[in-house]
């Protein structure tokens, strides 16, 4: 069975790092024909995707996140990882990391999360 | 980007009750447009893929419809399990989500 478990800080200053890791279990990475995600969640802002990687390391991101977005990989630990620069309280949120499953449906590509990771909180804070 | 607009953002009903929510998109994602489902100190699990493809494992009492801008989640016989908060997402260009709506208890 396919799971995925977010490790990390809960607690970063203000215009420091934040770093995330998503170990998963259950699945090979380096075999997967899926993409890797990052995604938070907070009050104000709701659901927010923030990239997805492939096991070659070729990544994609959210636009509005981008400047401060690096998304890596490492197929050896079966894990994924975000860094997200220059953080403000805004930042504060859950963070999840998810499978990014690409499939073709009626003979169309398409994608959705599946499964989930149980999530992390991160607050920024000084 | 792409918005997702869901309505209504809350509801209340009853246990057997038919509930139908809806997301509209911006503009036309076709039928890249997922739903899932969030239970309180849970992450969101998936319900329906490609608008109308209900996941493995999820009850046939969930279904999917729409293409274009305009989507509906059915849920056709309410269960208490079912009180849980529902999102919207598409997969067309990037990847955006609703705002969520939240299932009460009447």
């Known amino acids: 069975q396919l799971q995925l478990q977010e490790s990390g800080p809960g607690l970063v200053k203000p215009s420091e790092t934040l770093s995330l890791t998503c170990t998963v279990s259950?699945?090979?990475?380096?075999?997967?024909?899926?993409?890797w995600g990052w995604l938070r969640q907070t009050p104000g802002m709701g659901l927010e995707w923030i990239g997805s990687?492939?096991?070659?390391?070729?990544?994609f991101y959210n636009p509005s996140l981008e400047s401060r977005v690096t998304i890596s990989v490492d197929t050896s630990k079966n894990q994924f990882s975000l860094r997200l620069r220059s953080v403000t309280a805004a930042d504060t949120a859950m963070y999840f990391c998810?499978?990014?499953?690409?499939?073709?449906?009626?003979?169309?590509?398409?994608?959705?999360?599946?499964?989930w990771g149980q999530g992390t909180l991160v607050t920024v804070s000084s | 980007d792409i918005q997702m607009t869901q309505s209504p953002s809350s509801l209340s009903a009853s246990i057997g009750d038919r509930v139908t929510i809806t997301c509209r998109a911006s503009?036309?994602?076709?039928?890249?447009l997922n739903w899932y489902q969030q239970k309180p100190g849970k992450p969101p699990s998936l319900l329906i893929y490609?608008?109308?493809n209900l996941q493995s494992g999820v009850p046939s009492r969930f279904s999917g419809s729409g293409s274009g801008t305009d989507f509906t989640l059915t849920i056709t016989s309410l269960q208490p399990e079912d009180f849980a908060t529902y999102y919207c997402?598409?997969?067309?260009?990037?990847?955006?989500f609703g705002q969520g709506t939240k299932v009460e208890i009447k």
């Open positions: 990687i492939y096991n070659s390391g070729s990544a």
């Open positions: 259950g699945d090979s990475i380096s075999s997967s024909i899926h993409y």
């Open positions: 503009q036309s994602i076709r039928n890249y």
């Open positions: 490609a608008a109308s």
């Open positions: 998810a499978r990014d499953v690409y499939e073709f449906v009626s003979g169309s590509p398409t994608n959705w999360f599946d499964p």
């Open positions: 997402q598409q997969s067309h260009t990037r990847k955006t």
